[in-house]
């Protein structure tokens, strides 16, 4: 599938693709957390989400795709983070 001259940087571009989607996360996950406030938020975008990704990551461990399932596994656990701090954060208005 792949030209045999772009073989040597398959991993490459797939390890520096997941690494740019995961770290992506980060800034969202240290604002959250300093300002503990996730009202802003959509509860089920990220719930949807981390489904999604947890996916990614068992299709990464069938395939043994190393950058699929590091680069998801990291990125469960940020998202998976933004779901547990929407819940914790969320304002009760009642």
């Not at 989400?49 to 656990?77: E, H, K, Q, R």
Request: aromatic share 12%; charged share 10%; glycine share 4%.
């Amino acid at each position: 599938m792949v030209p045999e001259s772009l073989a040597p940087y398959v991993e490459y571009v797939g390890s520096t693709a997941g690494a740019l989607t995961t770290f992506a996360f980060l800034p969202q996950v240290i604002k959250v957390w300093r300002t503990r406030c996730a009202d802003d938020l959509s509860f089920l975008t990220f719930a949807v989400f981390c489904l999604g990704v947890a996916l990614w990551m068992a299709y990464g461990l069938m395939i043994d795709s190393p950058p699929l399932i590091v680069t998801n596994a990291i990125t469960f656990v940020l998202a998976l983070a933004l779901v547990v701090m929407k819940i914790a954060f969320t304002r009760k208005t009642a």
